[in-house]
């Protein structure tokens, strides 16, 4: 992969293949200048929501200047996805304290998807709203002590699904549209669609991969054509 000197990306890195470019920045920096219409996306938000857009975006112009492209904007939806420039695709991901920026140019790959979350326990009461129900009895097979770390996981491999899927279907779906098997020896997911989408049939498989350094897990989706 083509590679910036950041620990999240050397970390991160065997997520994607070599056609992906991949950044990291720090939200709790200051603010970057934003290009363009960027701005408006953070006119009424928090100074801490700014800041984790502002990050993000840093992240994925480093990504671009990666792959040997001049900085250029990331818009902002009106379903808050980002808008990608003409020839390029990718995902972006923060927690309140790092970021991560993928970009691709390649035509082959059809969508991105990265997650990162902190390892911290899921809150049980949300268990089954985001796990299927074999989901939850993967999880009931694990120690106590597991459980709600690796719940957390689920949740991170979702959101990465959820964000390559939506680059090519536009549809908003929610966690019970996709069922998971997690193979933690070999640090991979298999994502089974649950619904019919644009683009993707039911029972359609979108496999991914995972890593966990320290106190994060990354995520991390690449659909190819």
């Known amino acids: 992969m083509i590679?910036?000197?950041?620990a999240f990306p050397e970390f991160a890195r065997p997520l994607f293949s070599d056609r992906v470019a991949m950044a990291a920045a720090d939200p709790r920096a200051p603010m970057p200048p934003l290009m363009g219409d960027e701005v408006l996306a953070i006119e009424h938000v928090t100074s801490a929501r700014a800041r984790e857009f502002g990050a993000g975006r840093d992240a994925a112009r480093a990504a671009m200047e990666l792959l040997g492209y001049a900085p250029r904007p990331v818009l902002q939806g009106e379903d808050r996805a980002p808008v990608w420039p003409a020839g390029l695709t990718g995902s972006i991901t923060h927690t309140d304290r790092s970021c991560l920026a993928v970009v691709t140019d390649a035509p082959e790959i059809l969508a991105l998807g990265v997650d990162l979350e902190l390892t911290t326990p899921l809150n049980p009461a949300l268990w089954p709203e985001i796990c299927t129900a074999d989901e939850?009895?993967?999880?009931?097979?694990?120690?106590?002590?597991?459980?709600?770390?690796?719940?957390?996981?689920?949740?991170?491999?979702?959101?990465s699904v959820y964000k390559a899927q939506f680059q090519i279907s536009r549809t908003l779906i929610d966690f019970h549209a996709i069922s998971l098997s997690i193979d933690l020896q070999n640090r991979a997911f298999a994502a089974k669609l649950q619904q019919t989408l644009p683009g993707?049939?039911?029972?359609?498989?979108?496999?991914?991969?995972?890593?966990?350094?320290?106190?994060h897990f990354v995520t991390a989706v690449e659909l190819t054509g």
Do not use: V, Y
């Open 3 to 6: 590679q910036q000197k950041f």
């Open 136 to 159: 939850m009895t993967w999880l009931s097979s694990l120690g106590p002590s597991q459980r709600g770390h690796f719940a957390k996981l689920i949740f991170s491999a979702k959101e």
């Open 200 to 215: 993707f049939a039911k029972g359609d498989i979108l496999n991914g991969c995972f890593a966990i350094l320290s106190d």
